[in-house]
Structure formats: C-alpha cells, structure tokens
T-cell receptor
C-alpha cells in the first residue's frame, strides 16, 4: 500500500514535444504529491508539487494533473527543451505533525529531449 | 546548491569492510533522511531522524545503522559490506514546519564495493 508506480521507465521526445509521465498510488491517506528532477551526478531537486484538493497545478512549463478518484497523477512538460533531459521521480507522502514526513518515491523516468 | 553536504563523494572498499557516510543538513533543518539509489531499485528510503531521534525506518538492513548528532549532522554506517551494497547514497534534509514538506538532497556518496 506504500508503493508508488511510475511509467514509462524511459522516454525520448523531440524538442518542443510534450512528454507525459504517469504515476499511481494506493494509499488514499497520501496528501502531498511532489515531483523531483535529477540531473546526472546531482541529487534530486523539487520541481513541482500538488495536494489532492486541486486537479491541476501549473508552474512555468511544468503541469501536474491529479485524478483523486483514480489515484493517479501525471507530469506534463510543455515545449520541452534539451535542458529538461533528466530523471524524473514522482513521490507521495502523508503529512504528519511537525516531525517530518515519510516520502515514497516512484522508480523514476529517464527523459531525453532531442534537439 | 541545495545546502546539504555529503562526504565523501566517492568511496571504494572491499567486501566485509565497514564505512561511514557523513551528511551535514541545511542550516536550521532538523530532519535528516537517508536514501539508497540503485539502477534497478530507484530511491529507497532507509531511515529518518528528527532532532537527534529516529522517526521512521524504511528498508534498512540490520548491517546498516545511522545516528544524528547534537549539531544535527548525521552519519550512516554500513558494515559487513556486500557487492549488492554498491549504490548511490543520498542524504536529504527538511525544514520541518507546518505546511512545508520539502526534501533538499545532497549530491550523494557513490559507494563501490569490490
């Protein structure tokens, strides 16, 4: 019940394309869903996040779509650029008190944007 | 730069040995997480500390242990190393406060067990 599934495992798009990465979770108690971006040799960095009380969140070229009933959420990258080539991780967590949260990560999607 | 410092960046050792990975969280962050990243397993949560106390435990082997010191830096100890322990180990810290849930990751320690 703690698992987060992510697909596809890898994705190749042309510059300007709209890659879509999908994630699914099982634990309905999860209430915060972030996406992390990781470049080679670096640690993951927070990209965008959403709470289940909204169906969509947009920040620049990155959009999260959230379907609470289906327990699914996805990341869309508009007008993708070669600089977006990275590994993307979805995650889910259960907000607790002020002592921290336990994040469950998907297995990652390696995105390559061709020039 | 996330503000989280991990040392060493690379570590090469032999099976059966013991190593210590070190993490300095961002200034003011009380919570420290350890993750293991391997090619086939993605990011696996190992353990979390908050202000010196263990708060959550994930898939951490008994051969592994961690602690968070009064100055908030943390160490992950890996003993009786096996070939399968070769992975990238990340530390992350979090500014734990109401309504804020962000993990700031260090650049990781690449462990190679030969």
């Amino acid at each position: 019940q703690q698992q987060v599934k992510q697909s596809p495992q890898s994705l190749i798009v042309q510059k300007g394309g709209i890659p879509i990465i999908n994630c699914a979770y099982e634990n309905t108690a999860f209430d915060y869903f972030p996406w992390y971006q990781q470049f080679p040799g670096k640690g993951p960095a927070l990209l965008i996040a959403i709470r289940p009380d909204v169906s969509e969140k947009k920040e620049g070229r990155f959009t999260i779509s959230f379907n609470k009933s289906a327990k699914q959420f996805s990341l869309h990258i508009m007008d993708s650029q070669p600089g977006d080539s990275a590994t993307y991780f979805c995650a889910a967590t259960l907000s607790r008190d002020n002592y921290g949260q336990n994040f469950v990560f998907g297995p990652g999607t390696r995105l390559s944007v061709l020039p | 730069d996330s503000g989280v410092t991990q040392t060493p960046k690379h570590l090469i050792t032999a099976t059966g040995q013991r190593v210590t990975l070190r993490c300095s969280p961002r200034s003011g962050d009380l919570s420290v997480y350890w993750y293991q990243q391997s090619l086939d397993q993605g990011l696996q949560f190992l353990i979390q500390y908050y202000n010196g106390e263990e708060r959550a435990k994930g898939n951490i082997l008994e051969r592994f242990s961690a602690q968070q010191f009064p100055d908030l830096h943390s160490e992950l100890n890996l003993s009786s190393l096996e070939l399968g322990d070769s992975a990238l180990y990340f530390c992350a810290s979090s500014p734990v406060a109401a309504g804020v849930e962000k993990l700031f990751f260090g650049s990781g320690t690449q462990l190679s067990v030969l």
